[in-house]
Nanobody, 124 residues
């Protein structure tokens, strides 16, 4: 099973992008799906997570009020809608998942599969 993240691109500040994450060969039923991002020289940073069994959502402070994580009804795709983008949102965005849920949803080590990443560049 592989995760694929796509939807990145170049956008102007205050613009929007929607990232998508899909798992080949299965659905996200029963999984927590997370989005992280990383810029060169910095550690990977938690952005948002979607808990599959309760549909609860969790956000980093930097994402609250601007980003929305969701999952389609078929449980095949998890989205990250990003609005009011800022230059500091520029990063490679990765989706990841794990079976069940961990209270440490913001810790990348608690996830067991990662997609290849998609570049988001916000021009100021």
């Amino acid at each position: 099973v592989q995760l694929q993240a796509f939807g990145g691109g170049l956008v102007q500040a205050w613009g929007s992008l929607r990232l998508s994450c899909a798992a080949s060969g299965r659905t996200f039923s029963g999984y927590t799906v997370g989005w992280f991002r990383q810029t060169p020289g910095k550690e990977r940073e938690f952005v948002a997570a979607f808990r599959g069994d309760t549909r609860a959502t969790y956000y980093a402070d930097s994402a609250k009020g601007r980003f929305t994580i969701s999952r389609d009804n078929a449980r095949t795709t998890v989205y990250l809608q990003m609005n009011s983008l800022k230059a500091e949102d520029t990063a490679v965005y990765y989706c990841t998942n794990r079976p069940g849920f961990s209270v440490d949803y913001g810790d990348g080590k608690k996830y067991d599969q990662w997609g290849q990443g998609t570049q988001v560049t916000v021009s100021s």
